[in-house]
């Protein structure tokens, strides 16, 4: 989920154009609104975003920003996921999207950052809500 918060942000950068910037942006926004709306405007998780947005290249920036996901437990949460995914793939359909996507992605397990080319499965339904 990181991952798809920082290459949107990157893109989304007032100092790159993209073609598809509208429909990356209209992505972003609403998992930036759902975020808002599940843990509060003024929430920690909400503030790493917002600062993640001033800083995209950031390496401190996206570490808080995952480090406040884990306290979230925001990957425990099956429409943030989805919403993460619907980013991601229409950030790959862009120009360079995928190589964004991989010199962004960031293993949540291990909170190492890692480099190669990841291929993205839909997220799968199922689980608990």
């Known amino acids: 989920m990181t991952g798809a918060i920082v290459a949107a942000a990157g893109l989304l950068s007032p100092a790159l154009a993209d073609v598809g910037k509208d429909a990356i942006g209209e992505c972003y926004g609403t998992l930036k609104a759902t975020l808002k709306k599940k843990f509060g405007d003024q929430s920690d998780l909400v503030d790493a975003v917002a600062q993640l947005e001033k800083k995209p290249d950031s390496e401190g920036r996206k570490a808080m920003l995952q480090e406040e996901f884990e306290i979230a ?6 429409e943030l996921i989805r919403l993460a995914q619907d980013l991601l ?4 359909e862009q120009p360079g999207g995928q190589q964004m996507i991989d010199q962004t992605q960031t293993n949540t397990v291990s909170g190492v950052n890692v480099g190669g080319n990841f291929n993205f499965a839909p997220v799968q339904d199922g689980g608990s809500k």
């Open 73 to 78: 437990k925001v990957n425990d949460d099956p």
């Open 89 to 92: 793939d229409k950030i790959k």
